[in-house]
């Protein structure tokens, strides 16, 4: 099951910083399996002593900061056209990621609630896996 999604990844480097429990920075390229085909990006951390940030790159253009709270990674990805609404028009698709540093597994919520009449908003699990 080595399908990735078309959005984001990452995982981790075991390294302990003061005032972060179990916080693990990432780093590297990863894919994520429960999506799209052939889709993976790139985490570069920074970490301080009032906590850590990652600079996301994806293959496929996007960019994110993920930051971590309550142990885990968090970020969000917009896609400017990612709905069609029943009136043929596209509109924006807000994705959040939340990844849990140790098991690289997680939930991708993808929200178009507000931007087309009857929006949806749809949650499925991920899992990560590291590839450089």
Known sequence: MQ??????????????????????PM?????IAG??????A???P???TDGCTASIVSNVGWTSVATMSGGRWN???????????????YAPVTIKYSIDPVTLTGTLLADSNG???GGQITQSPLQLKKLS
């Open 115 to 117: 931007d087309c009449p």
């Open 35 to 40: 999506g799209a085909d052939g889709l993976y």
């Open 42 to 44: 790139t985490f570069t």
């Open 75 to 89: 970020f969000n990805v917009t896609k400017p056209d990612g709905i069609v609404c029943e009136n043929g028009a």
């Open 27 to 31: 780093s590297g390229t990863y894919t």
């Open 3 to 24: 399908r990735t999604v078309a959005c984001v990844l990452t995982a981790v480097a075991a390294v302990g910083f003061p005032g972060i429990a179990n916080a693990d």
């Open 46 to 48: 920074s970490c301080a």
